[in-house]
């Protein structure tokens, strides 16, 4: 009988290897091609770096423009639009990145085996490659193996490649965005500062009625309620009274929010102590800028019992917004405010650059550490809030 014929030991290796080769790209092909997402990183990294950098210009501008405060006003906002975009972009690149290195983990010995397969082939001469011990119809369908699994190799070659552009590139949008983050946070403190020496000099603001200080401190020591507050606030005029002259029950739903942030708890809600409020509580950032929604008139600002320093609007007569929990706040009783007009600041500490990172990288901490309440009363009596203001997708 004769004995089966044996292959060349270098013919059967490459033979093995091509094989090999085509089960390598099979597998790697199976992963499916992961969608690049560093562009959409990019793009929000760019857009958020414009607005910090349109923030800073009406900085440089503030200073010349006639409604110094209007003007500081509008900068704070914008570098708050600015860094919020910042983190949104940082948090989608640190995002792509983890997911990146995840695939890169997830196929490691594959990439080894198929480098290690490439590096072998390349050293084996061309001639044994095509031979095939079949005979010609044995190297045809050789050839027809290496010219099926060269385009898939080839594709997935430029997947990795891109790949490995892309995790550099989500690593250097990161990196760039320390330098911007320091620029802005200097620039939205220099605003706050400059803001508060701005509306201390403001001078040109109509005033409803002058409140009577002895009265005012008599019924802030007195009322052991909000409800019991709210009631003795006409008691504190001192003279005669303009009546409000707006009113603003056509706007109920569509009202925005005072301040950049979400809504953390609910009208009625308990609380961690079990405690049940009428008004909703906002998360938001450290000193995040406080704003008129409506125009109003200042019933009241100051300390007032357990909530900290309160500011109490009234939009139109037998309305008022009682926003409470605020560290810094602007104005005078009595004064009648332009929508969006400063009322104040929140309190905490703006992290530094270098923290704001590491929250991206790895999710930990809370960026919305400082709370605002909210309530809304009508005749006296507490109404939802969430049914007077507008409350989109990002601050449910």
Same mark, same amino acid.
């Given at each position: 009988?004769?004995?089966?014929?044996?292959?060349?030991?270098?013919?059967?290796?490459?033979?093995?290897?091509?094989?090999?080769?085509?089960?390598?790209?099979?597998?790697?092909?199976?992963?499916? $091609?992961?969608?690049?997402? *560093?562009?959409?990183?990019? /793009? #929000?990294?760019? !857009? &958020? @770096?414009?607005? =910090?950098?349109? +923030?800073?210009?009406?900085?440089?501008?503030?200073?010349?423009?006639?409604?110094?405060?209007?003007?500081?006003?509008?900068?704070?906002?914008?570098?708050?639009?600015?860094?919020?975009?910042?983190?949104?972009?940082?948090?989608?690149?640190?995002?792509?990145?983890?997911?990146?290195?995840?695939?890169?983990?997830?196929?490691?010995?594959?990439?080894?085996?198929?480098?290690?397969?490439?590096?072998?082939?390349?050293?084996?001469?061309?001639?044994?490659?095509?031979?095939?011990?079949?005979?010609?119809?044995?190297?045809?369908?050789?050839?027809?193996?290496?010219?099926?699994?060269?385009?898939?190799?080839?594709?997935?070659?430029?997947?990795?490649? $891109?790949?490995?552009?892309? *995790?550099?590139?989500?690593? /250097? #949008?990161?990196? !760039? &965005? @320390?330098?911007? =983050?320091?620029? +802005?946070?200097?620039?939205?403190?220099?605003?706050?500062?400059?803001?508060?020496?701005?509306?201390?000099?403001?001078?040109?603001?109509?005033?409803?009625?002058?409140?009577?200080?002895?009265?005012?401190?008599?019924?802030?020591?007195?009322?052991?309620?909000?409800?019991?507050?709210?009631?003795?606030?006409?008691?504190?005029?001192?003279?005669?009274?303009?009546?409000?002259?707006?009113?603003?029950?056509?706007?109920?739903?569509?009202?925005?929010?005072?301040?950049?942030?979400?809504?953390?708890?609910?009208?009625?809600?308990?609380?961690?102590?079990?405690?049940?409020?009428?008004?909703?509580?906002?998360?938001?950032?450290?000193?995040?800028?406080?704003?008129?929604?409506?125009? *109003?008139?200042?019933?009241?600002?100051?300390?007032?019992?357990?909530?900290?320093?309160?500011?109490?609007?009234?939009?139109?007569?037998?309305?008022?917004?009682?926003?409470?929990?605020?560290?810094?706040?602007?104005?005078?009783?009595?004064?009648?405010?332009?929508?969006?007009?400063?009322?104040?600041?929140?309190?905490?500490?703006?992290?530094?650059?270098?923290?704001?990172?590491?929250?991206?990288?790895?999710?930990?901490?809370?960026?919305?550490?400082?709370?605002?309440?909210?309530?809304?009363?009508?005749?006296?009596?507490?109404?939802?809030?969430?049914?007077?203001?507008?409350?989109?997708?990002?601050?449910?």
């Amino acid at each position: 009988m004769r004995p089966p014929r044996r292959l060349p030991c270098r013919l059967t290796r490459a033979l093995a290897l091509l094989a090999g080769l085509a089960i390598l790209v099979l597998a790697l092909l199976g992963q499916g $091609a992961p969608a690049r997402a *560093a562009t959409d990183a990019a /793009a #929000l990294a760019r !857009a &958020a @770096a414009s607005e =910090l950098e349109a +923030a800073h210009d009406r900085l440089d501008g503030a200073e010349r423009a006639s409604d110094r405060v209007a003007a500081l006003t509008a900068t704070i906002a914008a570098y708050e639009k600015g860094l919020s975009a910042m983190r949104d972009s940082l948090r989608a690149a640190a995002l792509r990145e983890a997911r990146i290195q995840a695939q890169f983990d997830a196929q490691r010995d594959e990439i080894a085996a198929l480098l290690g397969t490439l590096q072998t082939l390349s050293r084996e001469p061309a001639p044994v490659l095509m031979l095939h011990p079949d005979g010609p119809i044995g190297t045809a369908r050789s050839g027809m193996l290496m010219a099926e699994a060269a385009p898939a190799l080839n594709q997935k070659v430029a997947e990795l490649r $891109a790949r490995l552009e892309e *995790a550099r590139e989500l690593r /250097a #949008l990161q990196e !760039a &965005a @320390a330098d911007q =983050l320091h620029t +802005a946070l200097s620039g939205v403190q220099e605003a706050r500062t400059a803001l508060s020496q701005a509306v201390s000099d403001r001078t040109d603001l109509p005033r409803r009625f002058t409140a009577d200080p002895m009265k005012t401190q008599l019924l802030v020591a007195t009322a052991e309620t909000l409800r019991a507050f709210a009631s003795g606030l006409s008691e504190i005029t001192e003279g005669e009274e303009a009546p409000a002259a707006q009113d603003i029950t056509a706007q109920k739903g569509q009202i925005p929010l005072p301040v950049q942030g979400s809504v953390l708890r609910r009208a009625g809600e308990a609380d961690a102590a079990g405690v049940t409020r009428p008004g909703v509580v906002l998360a938001t950032r450290p000193r995040a800028l406080v704003t008129a929604p409506v125009p *109003a008139t200042i019933r009241y600002l100051g300390p007032l019992l357990d909530y900290g320093n309160v500011m109490v609007l009234e939009p139109q007569s037998g309305l008022l917004f009682v926003l409470a929990g605020l560290d810094i706040v602007y104005g005078e009783i009595g004064e009648v405010l332009p929508a969006g007009a400063p009322l104040g600041l929140m309190g905490g500490e703006d992290p530094a650059p270098g923290a704001i990172l590491a929250q991206s990288r790895d999710g930990s901490g809370n960026d919305r550490s400082e709370t605002l309440y909210m309530e809304v009363r009508l005749g006296n009596e507490p109404q939802d809030p969430l049914t007077w203001f507008a409350v989109t997708k990002d601050t449910q």
